[in-house]
Nanobody, 124 residues
Framework: QVQLVESGGGLVQPGGSLRLSCAASGSIFSINAMGWYRQAPGKQRELVAAITSGGSTNYADSVKGRFTISRDNAKNTVYLQVNSLKPEDTAVYYC??????????????????WGQGTQVTVSS
């Protein structure tokens, strides 16, 4: 079993900053890409940022220059530094990790896991 546990969300004023963390635990041999998604009320879940096992990153246009994704492979943890927050950044932020999975005699080289989500609210 693999679990992703997020932390670091909260209420912040416009222009403020937060650091989100997501730690993966359980039967983990390696982790492929990791990423952060968000879902605002009434909207679809969208990719915010992603990082490969080699450290390559990509970002949604709406967060480029404000958000930074990073990972610590030794700790199986991905981070999202969010700066210059805007009210439109308000959403539940979800961690995602692509982790190979063994199930009985089957091996899945890619398998998606999700965290439970952490609320980020930007308001004055």
């Amino acid at each position: 079993q693999v679990q992703l546990v997020e932390s670091g969300g909260g209420l912040v004023q416009p222009g403020g900053s937060l650091r989100l963390s997501c730690a993966a635990s359980g039967s983990i041999f390696s982790i492929n890409a990791m990423g952060w998604y968000r879902q605002a009320p009434g909207k679809q879940r969208e990719l915010v940022a992603a990082i490969t096992s080699g450290g390559s990153t990509n970002y949604a246009d709406s967060v480029k220059g404000r958000f930074t994704i990073s990972r610590d492979n030794a700790k199986n943890t991905v981070y999202l530094q969010v700066n210059s927050l805007k009210p439109e950044d308000t959403a539940v932020y979800y961690c995602n990790a692509d982790i190979p999975k063994y199930s009985g005699s089957y091996y899945y080289p890619t398998y998606d896991y999700w965290g439970q989500g952490t609320q980020v609210t930007v308001s004055s």
